[in-house]
C-alpha cells in the first residue's frame, strides 16, 4: 500500500515538472500563471510540512523567497543605475 502511495506521487511529481513544457503550446501567459501557480503550490506544501507535521512554526523559508522577490524587484527596477553607481558604471546597456 505504502509502496503504491509512493508511486503515485512520484508521477504526480512528474507530471507537474513537464506540464509547463505542455503548457508552453497554448502561449506565455499560460506558462506564467502555471508557473507561479506551482510556485504558491511549493510554498503552501513547505508550510504544511513544518508546521503540520514537525510542529514547528518556522517562516524562514517564506522569508528568504520575500527577500528574493524584492532583490528581482530591485535588480529589474530602471530606478536602479540611478541609485547605485556601481551598476550603472559595470553594467551600461543596463
Do not use: C, T
Not at 46 to 55: H, K, P, Q, R, S
Not at 73 to 83: G, I
Amino acid at each position: 500500500m505504502q509502496k503504491n502511495k509512493l508511486i503515485v506521487f512520484g508521477l504526480a511529481a512528474l507530471a507537474l515538472l513537464v506540464l509547463p513544457l505542455g503548457v508552453q503550446q497554448l502561449g506565455n501567459g499560460p506558462v506564467r500563471i502555471l508557473d507561479l501557480a506551482l510556485l504558491y503550490v511549493l510554498l503552501a506544501l513547505g508550510l504544511n510540512i513544518v508546521v503540520g507535521y514537525a510542529g514547528l512554526l518556522d517562516l524562514g523559508y517564506v522569508a528568504f523567497y520575500a527577500v528574493g522577490a524584492y532583490m528581482f524587484a530591485l535588480l529589474s527596477s530602471p530606478h536602479l543605475a540611478e541609485n547605485f553607481e556601481w551598476f550603472a558604471a559595470h553594467f551600461p546597456e543596463g
